[in-house]
């Protein structure tokens, strides 16, 4: 039976091969240009500010007007239009991708496998 040492031994053992994986990479390096970009920064910034306000008012009972939709959309223009955070998506897309298939690939190992035949439950 592995020990909790053991197991936060693999963990770091898989977040270091994770690190040197092109998708953790490719993400680290997304990161840190968008930590050097101030423009990605105030987009980002903005557009998420401006969502956050128009959450407030649906919250409130509020009408979103034309001209905050029409304002959301330019933020959202200007957010699909920033070259720093696309790749940034893309890396953190990519990189959710294979956090998806460790944890798939976790669960297989970890959930117990079919055992003999389970009686039928009286309730189903």
């Given at each position: 039976m592995a020990t909790k040492t053991e197991i936060l031994d693999a963990a770091?053992?898989?977040?270091?091969?994770?690190?040197?994986n092109p998708v953790g990479a490719k993400l680290e390096d997304a990161i840190s240009q968008l930590q050097n970009d101030i423009d990605a920064q105030r987009v980002m910034t903005?557009?998420?500010?401006y969502l956050q306000t128009i959450g407030?008012?649906?919250a409130q009972g509020q009408p979103i007007e034309v001209a905050d939709k029409q304002k959301l959309q330019a933020?959202?223009?200007?957010?699909?239009?920033?070259l720093i955070l696309q790749q940034f998506q893309?890396?953190?897309m990519d990189y959710l991708d294979l956090m998806r298939e460790?944890?798939?690939?976790?669960?297989?190992?970890?959930?117990?496998?079919?055992?003999?035949?389970?009686?039928a439950s009286p309730l189903s």
């Open positions: 770091k053992a898989l977040g270091e091969l994770i690190a040197k903005d557009y998420q500010r407030e008012k649906e933020l959202q223009q200007a957010v699909v239009h920033n893309v890396a953190q460790v944890d798939g690939a976790i669960g297989q190992q970890a959930a117990p496998g079919p055992g003999p035949a389970q009686p």
